[in-house]
């Protein structure tokens, strides 16, 4: 994963006044001419495409008719099994190496979970807490940035001062964690450790040892690693997959760490399997609240996905087609990007090796004008400053791309709408 830095030998930023309002005129022209097409595009959120929820079509007739026995016997049609069936939990342990005690199986969304988590914290107070976070006079959040809109949403929704740190190529701003958990009302951070949203950005073992072995003034900080995109490839490559867990414990901060994947985008993005992985103590004290909350998760679901599967190479197989219907699409926004916009140094990008997103940083101050031009020529984006907490950028200069749902004909079509918006709101913005 690598930032590509646009080097363009002529800015538009030098362009003298008579050079940029030729520019811009003719830059205008090709936006009016983009809008007389009356397009309906859509590039907001990244969800599989048709043809991705199509491979998992064999989903919806298993476990077959007659066969609901878990591999421990349990009727997966009846009641109970808070923890999830032992079928799924082992594919998911072996796909991310941790032990399958680790493991709980939840239902489709792991972002549940995490609510679920975080307003028990808040009313009863975790394991390791002193008093409920209602409680305290303030409760703070860190958020590398740019992050995932719904994260900040959670943390938004239970008032937390939400605290800013830069996402980096190798993981969050370290010295700059490491500065905030001094505080003890910093009570916890989000981490996205693989092809995070929407940089891409992969988070290193060093970065990791440091976040699991750092000295928090809070007794119960935590730390919520939602590895959406574990093994989200756009390659042959299988990213590394970092036992957060394992390595709390080594460090001695076993219940620090509240990890998180789904099938989400592997199967059907609606009705998949979710999980949690954590220490002991953490899976006895979110096992008291979900025991009240309900009676077990879909298990039948579960089976149906382990019979799916098989095992993890099953999973790896499944998104290596994943992978073949997402690439060219990445590849075709970038291919654009580059053709329409390097050579005027107005923005820079990500080139991520998987997940669902490219983060595109356009000149500051006019990311918001880009989105509000896009939408004139009928191409929905996700709003300027929706990767940052209250959806406020300070630089005003980031957006989120999602390739993934279009097919590559309309993506072409609504990628080049982008890059006119973006070349006419830099040439607004440099004019004046």
Known sequence: MRRYAVMSSVSLQDFDAERIGLFHEDIKRKFDELKSKNLKLDLTRGKPSSEQLDFADELLAL???????????????????????????????????????????????????????????????????VQPWSKEETVKWICPVP?????????????????SVPMNEDGPDMDAVEELVKDPQVKGMWVVPVFSNPTGFTVSEDVAKRLSTMETAAPDFRVVWDNAYAVH??????PEVIDIVGLGETAGNPNRFWAFTSTSKITLAGAGVSFFMTSAENRKWYSGHAGIRGIGPNKVNQLAH??????????????????????P?????????????????????????????????????????VAELAKEAGIALTGAGSSFPLRQDPENKNLRLAPSLPPVEELEVAMDGVATCVLLAAAEHYAN
């Not at 680790?102 to 390791?128: P, T």
């Not at 949403?153 to 937390?160: A, D, H, Q, V």
């Not at 490839?233 to 299988?238: A, G, N, P, S, V």
């Open 147 to 163: 992050g995932y809109d719904r994260h900040f949403s959670i943390t938004e929704r239970f008032g937390f001062e939400m605290i």
């Open 233 to 238: 490839t756009l390659t042959d490559e299988f």
């Open 329 to 369: 699409k990445f590849n075709k926004v970038l291919e654009i990007l580059d053709s329409r916009l390097a050579e005027y140094g107005v923005a820079q990008w990500t080139v991520p090796a998987g997940g669902y997103f490219i983060s595109l940083d356009v000149v500051p101050g006019t990311a918001s004008r």
């Open 63 to 129: 476990p077959g008719k007659g066969d609901f026995k878990a591999a421990d016997g349990t009727d997966v049609r009846n009641y109970g099994g808070l923890d999830g069936i032992v079928d799924i939990r082992q594919i998911w342990a072996d796909l991310l190496g941790v032990p399958v005690e680790q493991v709980l199986a939840g239902d489709a969304s792991s972002l549940n979970i995490m609510f679920d988590v975080i307003s028990w914290s808040y009313i009863f107070g975790n394991n390791d807490s």
């Open 306 to 327: 382990a019979r799916y599967f098989g095992d993890a190479e099953g999973v790896r197989a499944v998104m290596r087609k994943h992978a073949a219907s997402l690439a």
